[in-house]
């Protein structure tokens, strides 16, 4: 069967690890030069898609949704569609993970029909358990704990506005949660400088934040946690914040309305960044929390951007990681 279809271009595609196929579950398992090369590719996509049109002719992708989306559903389903191959949409109520069947029969049945699952669960465990028993490619299309293509997505975005990442200032103000996270990795790798400005008792993950510090010495990042929003904008490039609450703590939102309550990204903290600093926010917003009208809609944000650009990151990942059709 593999005959049939084109292969995969070996110069897109991220190398195997002794042997074994790749998987995308963290930011923190490619190299500096991994993600730049997803960079790169996510770039020429955009510039060129007809040249990739029938990259993944024959295969096909499972998405295995366990919460809402609207842009990592859609950016992969016509990710996918763009690249030659075909998309099956596994909604909460269809598959019921670890409930109607084991994490790992769901996997192994689905590696028999499809070529890559991309899976948004809860649990960062529940994705590595599905990576290690599918024998196709697993992409972390958000957990709890982490949103890598997210985090492409606004690399590329601030790369695409700023023409270069080496150096940027980025402050991030609000929760430390999966989005920081993944960013935290992403600068890490691209020689950024991320400050964090959370509330006590909602940095990021101490673990997460020494993998990035890890990396960081080897590109120059700079990476900080502090708790002072407006210290952390003090002439940053770039401004990013999400949700106080996230899709799983909805009983918390409430108390988290109050505890965020000095963190909103609105015009007067804007007014501490440097005077064109960009707006970044991953989406969904909830206006009026996090961040003001004034600013999300303002001349300054690039949120549309960011969600254009999580289709060629899509797109990118697909290519990377795809094999020949194996089934
Ligand atoms: N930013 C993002 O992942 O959006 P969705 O939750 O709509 O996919
Ligand atoms: N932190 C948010 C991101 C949504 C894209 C959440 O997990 O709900």
């Known amino acids: 069967m593999s005959g049939t279809f084109p292969a995969v271009r070996e110069q897109w595609r991220l190398r195997p690890r002794q042997g074994a196929k790749r998987d995308l579950l963290s930011l923190h398992d490619l190299t500096v030069e991994e993600m730049e090369h997803l960079l790169r590719l996510a770039a020429e996509v955009k510039a ?28 992969f389903e016509v990710g996918m ?20 069947e084991s994490v790992r029969d769901v996997a192994r049945n689905l590696g028999r029909w ?10 960062q465990k529940i994705l590595e358990e599905m990576a290690a028993a599918a024998p196709v490619p697993v992409i972390n299309a958000l957990t709890d704990l982490l949103h890598p293509c997210q985090a492409l ?27 920081a996270h993944s960013l935290l990795h992403a600068a890490a790798r691209a020689g950024m400088h991320l ?39 003090r002439d940053a490039d770039a401004v990013y914040t999400d949700v106080w609450t996230s899709m799983g703590q909805e009983s918390e939102s409430e108390q988290r309305r109050r ?21 970044l926010h991953c989406l969904p917003a909830h ?3 996090e961040v003001t009208d004034e600013v999300l809609d303002g001349p300054h944000s690039v949120v549309l951007d960011q969600a ?20």
Do not use: C, W
């Open 153 to 179: 997505a606004d690399l590329l975005t601030l790369q695409q506005h700023r023409g270069r990442l080496q150096g940027l200032r980025l402050a991030y103000v609000g929760d430390g949660n999966n989005v």
């Open 287 to 289: 206006r009026g929390e």
């Open 259 to 279: 505890v965020f309550a000095s963190y909103q990204v609105n015009a007067d903290l804007m007014k501490r960044a440097k005077p064109d600093a960009l707006f």
């Open 48 to 75: 060129n898609p007809g040249a990739f049109r029938h990259a993944l002719q024959g295969r096909s992708l499972a998405l295995v949704f366990e919460k809402p989306s609207l842009r990592t559903r859609v950016t």
């Open 81 to 100: 569609a763009q690249l030659g191959g075909h998309a099956v949409y596994l909604a909460p109520a269809d598959v019921g993970l670890g409930r109607r």
């Open 195 to 233: 400050t964090v400005a959370s509330p006590s008792g909602y940095e990021p993950d101490a673990a997460i934040l020494a993998q990035a510090l890890e990396v960081a010495p080897t590109t120059g990042a700079i990476l900080r946690v502090i708790h002072d929003p407006t210290e952390a904008v």
């Open 308 to 327: 254009e650009n999580r289709l060629y990151v899509a797109k990118a990942v697909l290519l990377a990681l795809l094999d020949e059709v194996t089934a």
């Open 114 to 123: 499809v070529q890559g699952i991309v899976v948004r669960t809860f649990g």
